[in-house]
T-cell receptor, first 115, second 115 residues
Framework: AQSVTQLGSHVSVSEGALVLLRCNYS??????LFWYVQYPNQGLQLLLK??????LVKGINGFEAEFKKSETSFHLTKPSAHMSDAAEYFC?????????????FGTGTRLTIIP | EAGVTQFPSHSVIEKGQTVTLRCDPI?????LYWYRRVMGKEIKFLLH????????ESGMPNNRFLAERTGGTYSTLKVQPAELEDSGVYFC?????????????FGPGTRLLVL
């Protein structure tokens, strides 16, 4: 079975500062890793994902994440925070299991941007 | 192209009543997933359809929940009778193929409150 741990249910950063949202996973087989974002009153939107290949993955809105197998981590970063980044962020893992790729989510991190 | 849509956006019902949630996936997407987020907790998998067939319903909480997918198009999730602990946000997601790490596209969710 897979699991995801997101450290910090709430993170606050100043506008222009580095954003770092932490995600650690547990999986007995090679995982697929995802970051989703939920803006207020909207559904979940895919930010980026790792399946195979390059371990540094770039996503939308200037976000990126690096898959580190040795650390079982997939932390999300953005060099400079914008006010529009305020949202809730979810890390998720899935494995390929005979056509079923259900996602296992972390508990989410709510990001607040301080002007 | 229209995204995943869900209806209603909000529902408030009393304990013991019945509620039916509807999800319309992206046209042409064979895979349809239901997830639920209980307040303050992680988003959890409920079940997975491939076309009209249930592929995995291991996440369904109990037999008060019934999901259907008529003709492999839209899906409904019925809760009968509803209990207080059923309150939460119900998300639907769809994906096109069984490729590894296939992106799931989420709807905006239905916020269910059972009083």
């Amino acid at each position: 079975a897979q699991s995801v741990t997101q450290l910090g249910s709430h993170v606050s950063v100043s506008e222009g500062a580095l954003v770092l949202l932490r995600c650690n996973y547990s999986s007995s087989v090679p995982p697929y890793l995802f970051w989703y974002v939920q803006y207020p009153n909207q559904g979940l939107q895919l930010l980026l994902k790792y399946t195979t290949g390059a371990t540094l993955v770039k996503g939308i809105n200037g976000f990126e994440a690096e898959f580190k197998k040795s650390e079982t981590s997939f932390h999300l970063t953005k060099p400079s925070a914008h006010m529009s980044d305020a949202a809730e962020y979810f890390c998720a893992v899935s494995v390929h299991n005979f056509g079923n790729e259900k996602l296992t989510f972390g508990t989410g991190t709510r990001l607040t941007i301080i002007p | 192209e229209a995204g995943v849509t869900q209806f209603p956006s909000h529902s408030v019902i009393e304990k013991g009543q019945t509620v039916t949630l509807r999800c319309d996936p992206i046209s042409g997407h064979d895979n349809l997933y239901w997830y639920r987020r209980v307040m303050g907790k992680e988003i959890k998998f409920l079940l997975h359809f491939v076309k009209e067939s249930k592929q995995d319903e291991s996440g369904m909480p109990n037999n008060r929940f019934l999901a259907e997918r008529t003709g492999g198009t839209y899906s409904t999730l019925k809760v009968q009778p509803a209990e207080l602990e059923d309150s939460g946000v119900y998300f639907c997601a769809s994906s096109q193929e069984h490729r590894m790490g296939e992106t799931q596209y989420f709807g905006p969710g239905t916020r269910l409150l059972v009083l």
